[in-house]
């Protein structure tokens, strides 16, 4: 099983609605992120968290939202989806502590395509 | 936050060694160098993090100069699975939420 685990891996759905994409790890770290990816470019920040009562905004929060429920678990949700928000959405995690890299580990992504 | 310069794309073939080089002249002294691989529909994957001068690993190595201004990545002999995006990025480890993947460099290995 992968050590993180986003869901859906692929959605579609219509302008307006609202949708929630998990994220849920099991390496036990404290920092999580969510990284947005159109085609051909590069993956933006859009939140992250570095513990549970730890919130912050990244490069492009705007339309977005999320919620860290626990420590293994940290969804990101848009309100009203839109067309321009069809990408691939990417969750991290990182432990310093854990690791003197704090290298990334990624899930597999969510596909989400907005009409 | 220090921005970093990739190209664009590169191409070689099976067996060569491949260097790729990223310009980072804002760099702050607490600011590390880390490499990512991406392979299409993946998530990125660590490669490797420097300082300063040289790090080596089963992977790859990575060149750093002394003003730490650029730095450049050196994947050995190649293979056709070694195409893929690899990404630079320069931050505070600790912190790296203040790291920021650009647009990377899209390396194709031919055979």
């Known amino acids: 099983d992968a050590d993180v685990t986003q869901t859906p891996r692929n959605r579609i759905t219509k302008t307006g609605k609202r949708i929630m994409l998990e994220c849920s790890q099991t390496?036990?770290?404290?920092?999580m992120y969510w990284y947005r990816q159109d085609p051909g470019l590069g993956l933006q920040l859009i939140y992250y968290?570095?513990?549970?009562?730890?919130?912050n905004k990244g490069e492009i929060s705007d339309g977005y939202s999320v919620s860290r429920q626990a420590q293994a678990k940290f969804s990101l949700s848009l309100e009203s989806a839109i067309p321009n928000q069809t990408a691939l959405y990417f969750c991290?995690?990182?432990?310093?502590?854990?690791?003197?890299?704090?290298?990334?580990?990624f899930g597999e992504g969510s596909r989400l395509t907005v009409l | 936050l220090a921005k970093t310069t990739q190209p664009i794309s590169m191409d070689s073939y099976e067996g060569q060694e491949v260097n790729i080089t990223c310009s980072h002249n804002?760099?702050?002294?607490?600011?590390?160098i880390t490499w990512y691989q991406q392979f299409p529909s993946q998530g990125p994957r660590f490669i490797i993090q420097?300082?300063?001068t040289k790090v080596t690993n089963e992977v790859a190595s990575l060149f750093i100069p002394a003003d730490r201004k650029s730095s450049t990545l050196s994947l050995p002999r190649v293979s056709l699975s070694d195409t893929a995006v690899y990404y630079c990025?320069?931050?505070?480890?600790?912190?790296?939420?203040?790291?920021?993947f650009g647009a990377g460099t899209r390396l194709t290995v031919k055979p």
């Open positions: 390496k036990g770290h404290d920092r």
């Open positions: 990025l320069v931050g505070d480890r600790v912190d790296n939420n203040d790291m920021r």
């Open positions: 968290s570095f513990d549970v009562k730890d919130i």
């Open positions: 804002n760099i702050a002294t607490n600011d590390y």
């Open positions: 991290a995690t990182s432990d310093f502590k854990g690791s003197n890299t704090g290298e990334l580990f």
């Open positions: 420097g300082y300063k």
